[in-house]
C-alpha cells in the first residue's frame, strides 16, 4: 500500500506492504540509517524519530499511521556544515560514546528545544528518559542540551 507523508521537510512516498513499521521504511525503501533498530519494543529509544514535532518510537508503530504527516528523523536536523546546535553541542561536550542510540535522543533533544527553548536539568533529563545508552553518557548528553539551549 502507497503510504505518502513529508519527511524531513519534502514530501515522500512509499510502498509498505501491511505490516511494514515506520522504521523498516525509513531505513528500507527510503534509505535512511539514523533511526536504529534497538528492541522492537518501543522501550530503548533507538528508532526515536518526531511525528508531527513530537519524539515517538518507530519500531512498531505501522508506517500507514503516518500518512499525511510529517515525520523528521536525525538526517533532517542539520548538515556537517551547519549542524544544528544539539549536534554542535554533542560534538563539544563529548556526549557520545559509540553512538547507537545518538539518532533517537538527538531527535529528542531537539525536539524539547523546539517546545520548551530554556529547559532546566529535569526538563532534560524527562525528555531523555526514554532513551537507553548503554555506555553511561547521560550527564554528557544532559550537558550538551542545556549547552544547546544557552547557544541558540
Known amino acids: 500500500m502507497p503510504v505518502a507523508f513529508t519527511l524531513n521537510g519534502a514530501p515522500v512516498r512509499v510502498e509498505a506492504p501491511e505490516g511494514m513499521t ?3 521504511a525509513l531505513r528500507g525503501p527510503l534509505g535512511l540509517s539514523g533511526p536504529r533498530f ?3 519494543a518501543e522501550a530503548c529509544g ?9 519524539p515517538r518510537p518507530s519500531c512498531a508503530l505501522p508506517a500507514e499511521a503516518v500518512a499525511g504527516r510529517s515525520v523528521g528523523t536525525v538526517e533532517g536536523l542539520g548538515t556537517p556544515e551547519a549542524p544544528h ?3 554542535a553541542a554533542f560534538l563539544e561536550e563529548q556526549a557520545g560514546q559509540c553512538g547507537y542510540c545518538l539518532s533517537g535522543i538527538l531527535v529528542s533533544a531537539a525536539a524539547l528545544l523546539e517546545r520548551n ?3 532546566d536539568e529535569a526538563a532534560v533529563r524527562a525528555a531523555l528518559e526514554p532513551h537507553l ?3 553511561g553518557a547521560q550527564n554528557r548528553m544532559v550537558r550538551a542540551v542545556l549547552r544547546a539551549a544557552r547557544a541558540a
Do not use: A, F, S
Open 117 to 119: 527553548p530554556d529547559p
Open 38 to 40: 534497538g528492541c522492537g
Open 85 to 87: 546546535p544539539v549536534q
Open 46 to 54: 533507538c528508532c526515536y524519530v518526531t511525528i508531527d514535532g513530537e
Open 22 to 24: 515506520l522504521l523498516h
Open 133 to 135: 545508552c548503554r555506555c
